[in-house]
């Protein structure tokens, strides 16, 4: 159902969102002025892309009526509202313009918060990553070093279900992984407990740009923050130089104190992804392009990804 905001009211939620995105994004913008790096939490800016100028500009999401804005006029994706002076975000210019990023993102959103979260990958794809390397994706050195670290990986089994993780693994620790991953294959496989996937949930919202309402966006960016601080602290480096405790994977209570910030995180990701399907297509939410199934192949894979 469409809605409309007065000058006044949409102005102060611009202020406060933008208010509430430079506190986010302050340490980072200050290491940036310094010509300092941080090996956890820079990586929502370099990997994603996203600068923290996306971050402080507000939508109000799909369908909601600015009034009195003609300056959004020409902003992507925003078409006349019901009042002369009023825009709205279009969901339909979006879907017109990009029909299959559109269709990427339903899907990925929908199968993913669908499917039951895994919760026994331990986080081990950062230690496929530098299994039988001297190259590591950081200059730090390895908690366990090299030897310790690659028998890590070799007593265990390696249950990645997340393709832009295990594209990074090794050459020796892609035959490890329970199921090959593909590109075709990520919307098939793609499930809730993973954390790159809770990651990606920020990922989507920006694609969706203006349909989804800004506070939404910044929730998505805060659990892809605390998502990050647990991936690296479960991850074979040693970052005590930058204050990071590590989650011992390697032992029991590593791996149990790991499965449950998982599953914490598993729950936030799937509220986040049924609030951004609301925000972008309503509160009756049928799939719009008729591709809510995955593939024969994709549901083979998933089985084998879930026998234990």
Not at 43 to 71: C, I, M, N
Not at 158 to 186: G, I, K, W, Y
Not at 218 to 238: C, G, K, Q, T, V
Request: glycine share 8%.
């Amino acid at each position: 159902m469409s809605s409309s905001l007065t000058r006044t009211e949409w102005a102060a939620r611009a202020q406060t969102h933008a208010d509430r995105a430079d506190a986010l994004t302050a340490a980072h913008r200050a290491r940036q002025q310094r010509g300092e790096k941080h090996p956890v939490e820079d990586f929502l800016f370099t990997y994603y892309s996203y600068k923290p100028a996306q971050l402080r500009r507000w939508h109000p999401g799909a369908g909601v009526t600015l009034q009195d804005a003609g300056e959004r006029a020409e902003w992507r994706w925003y078409s006349p509202g019901v009042e002369p002076g009023g825009y709205a975000p279009d969901a339909e210019a979006f879907r017109g313009e990009k029909p299959q990023l559109a269709s990427l993102v339903e899907r990925m959103l929908r199968l993913t918060a669908a499917r039951p979260g895994q919760f026994g990958c331990f986080g081990l794809h950062e230690w496929a990553m530098v299994y039988r390397t001297d190259e590591h994706r950081h200059a730090v050195p390895l908690r366990l070093g090299g030897a310790g670290t690659d028998a890590v990986v070799e007593a265990a089994e390696l249950r990645c279900t997340h393709f832009d993780a295990f594209r990074f693994f090794t050459d020796d620790a892609v035959p490890r992984n329970r199921v090959p991953l593909t590109r075709e294959s990520q919307p098939d496989l793609e499930q809730p407990g993973c954390l790159h996937a809770g990651m990606d949930v920020y990922k989507w919202a920006v694609k969706l740009g203006p349909l989804v309402p800004g506070e939404l966006l910044l929730d998505a960016f805060e659990l892809a923050s605390d998502i990050r601080r647990l991936d690296m602290e479960a991850a074979p480096y040693d970052l005590s130089a930058w204050g990071i405790v590590p989650v011992r994977i390697e032992t029991t209570e590593g791996k149990a104190e790991y499965v449950r910030r998982q599953r914490v995180f598993a729950e936030r990701g799937n509220l986040l992804r049924e609030a951004l399907l609301t925000a972008w297509l309503g509160r009756d939410q049928r799939p719009s392009d008729g591709r809510d199934e995955p593939s024969s192949a994709g549901r083979a894979q998933r089985s084998s990804a879930r026998r234990d």
